[in-house]
Protein backbone atom coordinates (compact mmCIF):
# COMPACT_ATOMS: atom_id res chain seq x y z
CA UNK A 1 0.00 0.00 0.00
CA UNK A 2 2.76 2.28 0.73
CA UNK A 3 4.43 1.38 -2.34
CA UNK A 4 1.18 2.70 -4.21
CA UNK A 5 0.91 5.49 -2.14
CA UNK A 6 4.75 6.89 -3.49
CA UNK A 7 4.06 5.79 -6.62
CA UNK A 8 0.96 8.35 -7.21
CA UNK A 9 2.55 10.85 -5.51
CA UNK A 10 5.44 10.57 -8.01
CA UNK A 11 3.25 9.78 -10.68
CA UNK A 12 1.14 12.89 -9.88
CA UNK A 13 4.19 15.31 -9.37
CA UNK A 14 5.21 13.98 -13.51
CA UNK A 15 2.30 14.91 -14.75
CA UNK A 16 2.47 18.80 -12.77
CA UNK A 17 5.66 19.24 -14.25
CA UNK A 18 5.56 18.11 -17.50
CA UNK A 19 2.27 20.23 -17.63
CA UNK A 20 4.09 23.04 -16.18
CA UNK A 21 7.13 22.49 -19.09
CA UNK A 22 4.54 22.27 -22.21
CA UNK A 23 2.66 25.57 -20.79
CA UNK A 24 6.12 26.78 -20.70
CA UNK A 25 7.32 25.95 -24.14
CA UNK A 26 3.88 26.60 -25.51
CA UNK A 27 4.37 30.09 -24.86
CA UNK A 28 8.28 30.06 -25.66
CA UNK A 29 7.33 29.37 -29.08
CA UNK A 30 4.73 31.67 -29.36
CA UNK A 31 6.53 34.41 -28.53
CA UNK A 32 9.71 33.78 -30.46
CA UNK A 33 7.45 32.84 -33.14
CA UNK A 34 6.19 36.14 -33.45
CA UNK A 35 10.18 38.04 -33.29
CA UNK A 36 11.02 37.79 -37.01
CA UNK A 37 7.47 39.92 -37.27
CA UNK A 38 8.52 42.48 -34.97
CA UNK A 39 9.23 45.37 -37.15
CA UNK A 40 8.27 48.30 -34.33
CA UNK A 41 8.69 49.82 -30.94
CA UNK A 42 5.30 48.46 -29.79
CA UNK A 43 5.17 44.91 -30.45
CA UNK A 44 9.04 44.64 -29.40
CA UNK A 45 7.91 46.35 -26.22
CA UNK A 46 4.78 43.98 -25.77
CA UNK A 47 7.33 40.86 -26.68
CA UNK A 48 9.66 41.79 -24.53
CA UNK A 49 6.71 42.00 -21.51
CA UNK A 50 5.66 38.82 -22.37
CA UNK A 51 9.07 37.39 -22.33
CA UNK A 52 9.93 38.89 -18.75
CA UNK A 53 6.51 37.42 -17.32
CA UNK A 54 7.29 33.82 -18.32
CA UNK A 55 10.85 34.46 -17.15
CA UNK A 56 9.52 35.32 -13.59
CA UNK A 57 6.89 32.47 -13.56
CA UNK A 58 9.57 30.27 -14.18
CA UNK A 59 12.49 31.39 -12.39
CA UNK A 60 14.63 28.73 -13.77
CA UNK A 61 15.10 29.05 -17.76
CA UNK A 62 17.77 31.65 -18.43
CA UNK A 63 16.29 31.80 -22.46
CA UNK A 64 12.52 33.91 -21.52
CA UNK A 65 15.14 36.89 -20.18
CA UNK A 66 17.81 37.10 -22.60
CA UNK A 67 14.73 37.39 -25.05
CA UNK A 68 13.44 40.05 -22.79
CA UNK A 69 16.95 41.69 -22.89
CA UNK A 70 16.69 41.31 -26.85
CA UNK A 71 13.92 42.93 -27.43
CA UNK A 72 14.79 45.74 -24.96
CA UNK A 73 17.86 46.63 -26.83
CA UNK A 74 15.88 46.14 -29.94
CA UNK A 75 13.42 48.66 -29.11
CA UNK A 76 16.52 51.21 -28.37
CA UNK A 77 17.55 51.26 -31.48
CA UNK A 78 14.34 51.92 -33.20
CA UNK A 79 12.97 54.75 -30.63
CA UNK A 80 13.88 58.29 -32.47
CA UNK A 81 14.12 59.96 -28.89
CA UNK A 82 17.77 59.61 -27.74
CA UNK A 83 16.92 60.68 -24.68
CA UNK A 84 14.96 57.33 -23.90
CA UNK A 85 17.82 55.44 -25.40
CA UNK A 86 19.79 54.90 -21.84
CA UNK A 87 16.90 54.22 -19.51
CA UNK A 88 15.53 51.57 -22.20
CA UNK A 89 19.14 50.06 -22.27
CA UNK A 90 19.40 49.99 -18.86
CA UNK A 91 16.35 47.18 -18.43
CA UNK A 92 18.05 45.67 -21.27
CA UNK A 93 21.04 44.96 -19.36
CA UNK A 94 19.43 43.62 -15.91
CA UNK A 95 17.58 41.48 -17.99
CA UNK A 96 20.57 39.84 -19.42
CA UNK A 97 22.05 39.95 -16.08
CA UNK A 98 18.95 38.03 -14.78
CA UNK A 99 19.41 35.61 -17.60
CA UNK A 100 23.21 35.17 -16.99
CA UNK A 101 22.71 34.51 -12.83
CA UNK A 102 20.07 32.16 -14.33
CA UNK A 103 22.54 30.57 -16.16
CA UNK A 104 25.28 30.23 -14.18
CA UNK A 105 27.27 32.39 -15.56
CA UNK A 106 27.66 34.24 -19.09
CA UNK A 107 27.41 32.47 -22.75
CA UNK A 108 28.47 33.45 -26.26
CA UNK A 109 24.26 34.70 -26.61
CA UNK A 110 24.31 36.79 -23.37
CA UNK A 111 27.60 38.50 -24.50
CA UNK A 112 25.70 39.40 -27.71
CA UNK A 113 23.35 41.54 -25.86
CA UNK A 114 25.62 42.96 -23.84
CA UNK A 115 27.98 44.26 -26.96
CA UNK A 116 24.46 45.18 -28.37
CA UNK A 117 23.64 47.43 -24.78
CA UNK A 118 26.86 48.91 -24.89
CA UNK A 119 26.29 49.71 -28.66
CA UNK A 120 22.72 51.24 -27.40
CA UNK A 121 24.39 53.59 -24.99
CA UNK A 122 27.14 54.55 -27.42
CA UNK A 123 24.49 56.06 -30.29
CA UNK A 124 23.08 58.54 -27.96
CA UNK A 125 26.63 60.24 -28.34
CA UNK A 126 29.03 58.97 -30.52
CA UNK A 127 31.78 61.19 -30.14
CA UNK A 128 32.09 61.23 -26.45
CA UNK A 129 30.56 57.56 -25.83
CA UNK A 130 33.20 55.61 -28.30
CA UNK A 131 36.03 55.47 -25.60
CA UNK A 132 33.71 53.58 -22.92
CA UNK A 133 31.25 51.90 -24.69
CA UNK A 134 32.99 51.22 -28.37
CA UNK A 135 35.54 49.60 -26.24
CA UNK A 136 33.02 47.97 -24.32
CA UNK A 137 31.15 46.28 -27.62
CA UNK A 138 34.27 44.99 -29.01
CA UNK A 139 34.67 43.71 -25.55
CA UNK A 140 31.73 41.50 -25.61
CA UNK A 141 31.82 40.50 -29.28
CA UNK A 142 35.39 39.23 -28.77
CA UNK A 143 34.65 37.14 -25.81
CA UNK A 144 30.80 36.14 -27.95
CA UNK A 145 33.03 34.75 -30.46
CA UNK A 146 35.22 32.84 -27.86
CA UNK A 147 32.49 31.46 -26.11
CA UNK A 148 31.28 29.82 -29.01
CA UNK A 149 33.04 30.01 -32.86
CA UNK A 150 30.20 28.62 -34.48
CA UNK A 151 28.12 31.43 -33.18
CA UNK A 152 27.25 34.08 -36.82
CA UNK A 153 26.00 36.94 -34.28
CA UNK A 154 28.78 38.60 -32.98
CA UNK A 155 30.69 38.13 -36.05
CA UNK A 156 27.23 39.46 -38.09
CA UNK A 157 27.53 42.33 -35.16
CA UNK A 158 31.24 43.17 -36.30
CA UNK A 159 30.49 43.56 -39.67
CA UNK A 160 27.74 45.94 -38.36
CA UNK A 161 30.22 48.17 -36.33
CA UNK A 162 32.67 48.15 -39.37
CA UNK A 163 29.24 49.08 -41.63
CA UNK A 164 28.76 52.34 -39.57
CA UNK A 165 32.33 53.26 -38.70
CA UNK A 166 34.53 55.65 -41.27
CA UNK A 167 37.29 54.20 -43.49
CA UNK A 168 39.74 56.56 -41.78
CA UNK A 169 38.70 54.78 -38.40
CA UNK A 170 39.08 51.43 -39.24
CA UNK A 171 35.58 50.66 -40.62
CA UNK A 172 34.07 50.78 -44.41
CA UNK A 173 31.90 48.94 -46.71
CA UNK A 174 34.59 46.61 -47.81
CA UNK A 175 35.34 45.35 -44.80
CA UNK A 176 31.59 45.12 -43.50
CA UNK A 177 31.04 42.87 -46.62
CA UNK A 178 33.88 40.25 -45.34
CA UNK A 179 32.39 39.95 -42.21
CA UNK A 180 29.01 39.85 -43.45
CA UNK A 181 30.16 37.38 -46.09
CA UNK A 182 31.49 35.13 -43.41
CA UNK A 183 29.01 35.39 -41.06
CA UNK A 184 26.07 34.19 -43.61
CA UNK A 185 28.13 31.39 -44.05
CA UNK A 186 27.85 30.71 -40.27
CA UNK A 187 24.45 31.29 -40.16
CA UNK A 188 24.14 28.59 -43.05
CA UNK A 189 26.23 26.21 -41.18
CA UNK A 190 24.56 27.18 -37.69
CA UNK A 191 22.67 24.69 -35.03
CA UNK A 192 20.84 25.70 -32.61
CA UNK A 193 20.67 23.93 -29.13
CA UNK A 194 17.23 23.92 -29.22
CA UNK A 195 14.28 24.98 -30.84
CA UNK A 196 13.80 28.12 -27.94
CA UNK A 197 17.22 29.10 -28.84
CA UNK A 198 18.52 31.96 -30.89
CA UNK A 199 18.37 31.83 -34.56
CA UNK A 200 17.92 35.97 -35.45
CA UNK A 201 20.25 37.27 -37.73
CA UNK A 202 20.47 36.01 -40.82
CA UNK A 203 17.70 38.11 -42.52
CA UNK A 204 19.75 41.24 -40.94
CA UNK A 205 22.97 39.76 -42.19
CA UNK A 206 21.77 39.37 -45.92
CA UNK A 207 20.07 43.19 -46.17
CA UNK A 208 23.75 44.85 -44.97
CA UNK A 209 25.25 42.57 -47.00
CA UNK A 210 22.94 44.20 -50.29
CA UNK A 211 24.17 48.00 -48.91
CA UNK A 212 27.85 46.64 -48.99
CA UNK A 213 27.61 45.91 -52.87
Known amino acids: MKHLFVFAVAL ?6 NGQNEKYLNAMKKNVAEL ?4 DAAHLAELGNNFERIADAEKTQWLPYYYAAYCQVMNSYMDADKSKTDAIADKAE ?3 KKAEEVNGGENSETCVIKSMIASSHLMVDPQTRYMKYG ?4 LEISKAKTL ?8 YLEGQSKFFTPEQFGGGK ?4 ELFTKALQMFDQ ?5 E ?18
Not at 12 to 17: D, E, I, Q, R, W
Not at 135 to 138: E, K, V
Not at 174 to 177: H, N, R, S, T, Y
Not at 190 to 194: E, N, V, Y
Open 190 to 194: FKPAS
Open 196 to 213: LHPTWGKAATNYFLQQCN
Open 36 to 39: DSAH
Open 12 to 17: TASLLV
Open 148 to 155: DPSNPRPV
Open 135 to 138: QASG
Open 94 to 96: QLI
Open 174 to 177: PQAK
